[in-house]
């Protein structure tokens, strides 16, 4: 009998993009886990694998802000519009705008970012629940920057 | 100044980001999305999305180059070249947020920035300038002042640059139409429909000076550098020193250029532009308030790094040399490649470069953001290389570029690679005989 | 029955990679296991694209001689074994040594490749029928370069 | 002279090439079945296969070579450096087969090659050499040299270079089985079994003098390249001028260099060595008869080009210049890169370069024979790049080549960056208190 956990199927799928495997099927008792790797992706993944195995390259450093990789689970992102300091709440000593596993809702205020001395209210472009906060309050952020991760609904 | 933004990309970014490593500054890449894979992000010491790809978002969007300077605990920013290179309204913002901004004072830009202006501060410097109205030209105006200059003569748009809203008019009964199609050019692509009108020098030679000045007053000249082969107002190809000036003449440049930079209280490093004709008659056209591309053939010759003079004067201290020192020593040229393709008009072409390899070797500088698998972006100019060439002699520095461009390659894009060694093999370039037409004239381009 | 763990079906994976397997199937009791790799041709051709572009690229010129690439059809070649020029007789008045449509013997001497003003009689080392001879008289001939195209019999 | 058949591959060969693009040689490249895919062999103007792989039946293969050049139609040959390049019988067949060889007689490289023989010559010039035996000794006399010259010593491969053959000796009781072995590796490495015996210079600098000789007997010093940063007797960076070097010292090893190449007829450029002791002693150690592997920091700061030096002499015309017009202006350094894991005892590590992107920008000049998707063979030495910097002052030089070799990058492959910018960084060579153990004491290197 097999027994996969998360972080074991990510390999899986690690191993997969690593060695060109577009396709997975496996079947056994209690598990079914079917994996297929995007057929437009084929030319384009052996040439991104080039590239992106250069810029990870070179010395230490990078990106003043780091980038999450956008996830396959439905999941989406609340983005920084602009370069500017991150602040969840519209004064040090107010509440925060919203939580982890707040409903929020299209339009709504879900954060501040200061550029130039200007406070600029961030509305959530989708509908949802908040799942993670990725920004510590107070810190830099770059142009589409992920903020927040939502699950919509 | 210690931590420096550079407001740009590509590969005057690159240049940037080596000098600032070169002499002890951080450097701070602000870029779009567009050039996330970019050298220039890989080779800062720090880098900072700011914008969508759009220019207007990002590399020209000030509230986000502030807000990005401010984040990154930057003192100072480097604008490169074009884009918000010669703002005034840019250097203001930095200026009174605390920003050091390296180039020149806003109220020095302004002035040199309206070429109208620019030209009324030449003639009070006692520089010359062609022969054409003095301001803009009024539409009622415009047959009494032709009369008074004569044919050909050029319009000119107030507030352009790279040939937009500019015409030039042979005779009487074309002068409404095109100053109608000029200032509707000019409308649209500067938002000025102001034009000016000059005596139009059929066959000039494209001259610039490079020049210094510091705070203290130090104003030193660089000398020349030949940019007369250009294809519509653009620079392909220049080179230091020119053919066509003899020492007197470089000197009288030199003095005219020093002279307009001492007008205005320039502080930085900048060009003034000159056209010369056969017979060494000169006249002014504008100052380039900012580094230049083409600077690295003055930094060949004379050994001085332009863009550590920007530095040194931005940091208020004294140019660390004076005119004596400076000597033109053996030739420089630098070919421009772009990712356009010259079979088919000089159509810009993006796309992904499967496989890049610089020239090398002795006597051989390139200046290029590639790498084999960038992609050249479609968003922004099509310069992805310079190849500067230098040696003892003009002849040798040819011979020198021509073996260059044979070896480099840059597949899967059209590049002007190709065009540039048809214009090293024309006899008339050989020779050194050629004006601002010759692509036209001797190419057969237009 | 099969049993796997995940760093066996990592191995797995890497094997077909390694052996450009491009697809496996398995199914044994209580397990059904699939794995599709993308066609080994595709990445091949992509990368080697790249690679004969350039080596293509450039200027004209090349090669003093020019290389025919190996037969598929089973033929094989006569190469030359040193650089040098080539004759295909003993002298200028005597015939050829071998003609197309010949057949010739392992050992048989095919042509002289002069070097250095010495003559070097060059022996087939297979057996089979001249199908075509691929160099003129008198030509220069590089090391490896083909000579003959010889059928094996 | 119109074709020159080049019998060697990488870097080299396509520093030849250019030059000789440059100059207005046709160029034909003699390469192995392991280079088809290299690019010397695709920039060259014709190119020709003369061997397999291993460099016994290709590039040192005399016959092979000769016939390429006879049917190529090549009426000279560069041999590059290594390989044949001072192999006195190649230079002989060449000249019985009436093709010019670039590089001095046959006679002469003769009398410098042997390295007892050339001690002799310095010695009949009046240049000092290390104290030591006179010709090769024997083990009979080895007890009594050894007594005259007194510990530490040194025992070296009569025919030898490249550190083979070589062995410190430090007392009475080592030396027996060092003499054994060094005898035996010299055997194996050269087919010849001679050793001599010399003082050991424990902190020497490796001096070098670059000189040229035309056959009208005008002898040239283009000064020296201090190469005292060296691993096992491998040279790893160089540069010139030289810290430790005054212009006393300089005019005395230039003298020495041009009296030793006066002495042997001496027709083309070359290298004489010295170890200079920081008392400023010196003493003569050999003469390289070929261009050198380090000719660029030389090229750099004189602005010869050594290979147009060569290509000249060997036309037999004069050398264009006197010694009053060679000047040293700023400063050059090179560091060689490898394809060497330095993690792992510098072992080679051949393999497909996935993507190189070479250093750029000013003062930069990268001599390499790499692309993107280019393979490392293993049949030959593991130089893959030499990138030179070349600034004002050695302190910015420096900072040049540190900014040079951050910005390069070589995936696929370990290489030797990393270890250079260790050493670049390092406080003692920083300050140029150095010698040649200084890998070994400094860096804590074998």
Request: aromatic letters at 8%.
């Amino acid at each position: 009998m097999i027994n996969f956990d998360l972080e074991e199927i990510k390999e899986l799928i690690r191993s997969m993009q690593e060695n060109s495997i577009s396709e997975l099927y496996l079947e056994s008792e209690g598990i079914k886990l079917n994996l297929k790797r995007e057929s437009f992706a084929q030319l384009q993944s052996v040439l991104d694998m080039q590239e992106s195995n250069f810029l990870e390259s070179g010395d230490s450093k990078k990106d003043f802000a780091q980038q999450k990789l956008e996830d396959q689970s439905g999941e989406t992102h609340i983005k920084s519009p602009m370069v500017g300091t991150f602040y969840r709440a519209p004064s040090p000593n107010s509440p925060s705008f919203v939580e982890v596993g707040d409903f929020v809702k299209k339009g709504q205020v879900v954060c501040i970012i200061e550029a130039m001395k200007l406070m600029n209210e961030i509305e959530s472009e989708v509908q949802g629940v908040v799942k993670e906060i990725l920004v510590e309050n107070g810190m830099p952020v770059e142009f589409g920057q992920p903020l927040m991760v939502v699950k919509p609904e | 100044m210690k931590r420096i933004l550079i407001s740009n990309r590509g590969e005057i970014a690159l240049r940037l980001i080596r000098a600032f490593r070169e002499f002890g500054y951080f450097s701070v890449l602000a870029y779009s999305e567009a050039d996330r894979s970019s050298l220039p992000v890989k080779l800062s010491d720090a880098a900072i999305c700011i914008g969508p790809p759009s220019a207007k978002g990002s590399y020209l969007n000030i509230p986000a180059i502030i807000s990005a300077i401010e984040i990154t605990g930057c003192d100072a920013v480097h604008p490169g070249y074009g884009f918000l290179a010669e703002s005034p309204q840019f250097a203001r913002v930095c200026k009174d947020a605390g920003i050091i901004f390296i180039g020149p004072s806003p109220e020095a830009m302004e002035k040199v920035g309206d070429k109208s202006v620019a030209r009324s501060v030449a003639m009070s410097a006692g520089v010359p300038v062609v022969p054409g109205s003095t301001g803009f030209v009024s539409k009622e105006d415009l047959l009494r002042l032709a009369k008074e200059i004569g044919f050909p003569l050029i319009l000119k748009a107030s507030a352009g640059g790279g040939g937009k809203g500019m015409r030039i008019v042979q005779s009487f009964k074309e002068l409404d139409d095109s100053f109608d199609t000029a200032s509707n050019e000019a409308l649209t692509a500067f938002g000025n429909s102001n034009l000016y009108l000059e005596k139009y020098v059929s066959e000039p030679r494209h001259i610039e000076i490079q020049f210094a000045r510091d705070k203290f007053g130090n104003c030193i000249s660089l000398f020349e550098r030949e940019c007369s082969i250009q294809r519509k107002h653009q620079k392909l190809i220049e080179e230091s020193p020119s053919c066509a000036i003899s020492p007197k003449l470089r000197k009288v440049l030199s003095d005219s250029a020093l002279a307009i930079a001492n007008q205005v209280g320039y502080v930085g490093v900048g060009t003034a532009e000159f056209l010369v004709t056969p017979e060494e008659m000169f006249y002014f056209i504008e100052i380039n308030a900012r580094i230049q591309v083409e600077h690295p053939v003055t930094e060949m010759v004379t050994g001085v790094d332009l863009v550590e003079l920007q530095l040194i004067i931005a940091e208020d201290r004294p140019i660390p040399f004076s005119q004596e020192d400076v000597k033109i020593t053996g030739h420089a040229i630098e070919c421009r490649i772009n990712a356009e393709d010259p079979r088919n008009n000089f159509c810009p072409s993006p796309g992904r470069v499967d496989q890049y390899i610089p020239p090398g070797g002795p006597g051989i500088r390139c200046d290029s953001h590639l790498y084999s698998g960038f992609k050249v972006v479609p968003y922004y100019d099509s310069l992805i290389a310079k190849v500067i060439s230098y040696a003892p002699t003009r002849e040798r520095a040819i011979n020198r570029m021509e073996r260059a461009l044979y070896e480099m390659t840059i597949e899967g894009i059209s590049t002007t690679i190709d065009f540039h060694r048809e214009v090293l093999k024309n006899a008339f370039f050989r020779k050194g005989d050629y004006y601002t037409n010759f692509v036209q004239r001797r190419m057969g381009i237009k």
